[in-house]
């Protein structure tokens, strides 16, 4: 009997702190989405919340045009371990952080541990996007034993029109790939599908529709009209509020 309570003892205790993990590991998705960061997206995998899949669109510099997936695995006692988040890239990504055997990127410029409460995806994935915008400014002080690619490292510093061919390779294959099959039947897997005009036609002519209506809000509101018909989740809450 006493090794049945303290068996379910274990299982609460252990549900107990599963549960106060997606919770944190919720308010981190929420978070990023508070950010609005653009150009690079991120949703945990339906069947493991441990596992995130990731979308990087290079908009500017050497990886503009880009369309990068990428995976981000966490700890498993993430937030609460010190141990970093990996990102693993489905491709070959030209870059002095990222290796280019295993396609991992190194974080640890950034990030030497990770502190609970203080460290955050979505700081995370604004070093990604640094380091993208300007992988010159990503490697200064930084000394070339220290980098995971010496040879992406030196191209970049005494033969950029070379490197500059190499990562548009990259480019190419990335936006190549876009269209294919997801490797995984995960729900959550991040899908994009070619335009077409029966399916996704509605849709736009919806989006510019909104943009239109939103045009008009801000213009009324310019001019000391009131505004109707507006929606908005609270900050911090899940409850929508609506003025009607």
Known sequence: MTLDLDANKRDDKLLITTIQQE?????????????????????PSYANSLHWFGVFFGRQGFYAESVFRF?????????????????????????PHVCPYTHSLDIS????????????????????????????DSIR?????????????????????????RVLENIKESKARVYDAPPTED????????F?????????????????????????????GLATGLSWVKEGEFKPLSIE
């Open 71 to 95: 995976s981000i695995l966490l700890p498993d006692r993430f937030p609460d371990d010190k141990s970093l988040p990996t990102v693993i890239f489905q491709q070959d990504v030209l870059h």
């Open 196 to 224: 077409q005009t029966d399916v996704h036609g509605p849709v736009l002519e919806r989006i510019k529709a909104g943009k239109s209506k939103q045009l008009e809000t801000a213009s009324q509101q310019a001019n000391g």
């Open 23 to 43: 919770y944190k590991i919720l308010a981190e998705y929420k978070m990023i989405e508070s950010e609005k960061l653009s150009g690079i997206y991120v949703i």
């Open 141 to 165: 002080g930084i000394e070339a034993d220290k980098l995971k690619n010496n040879e992406a490292a030196d191209l970049l510093m005494t033969n950029r029109e070379e490197f500059a061919v």
């Open 187 to 194: 729900p959550h897997y991040i899908v994009f599908e070619k």
């Open 109 to 136: 410029h950034a990030f030497q541990e990770w502190r609970c409460g203080e460290d955050h995806l979505w700081q995370l994935l604004k070093y990604m996007q640094a380091i993208f915008s300007d992988p010159v």
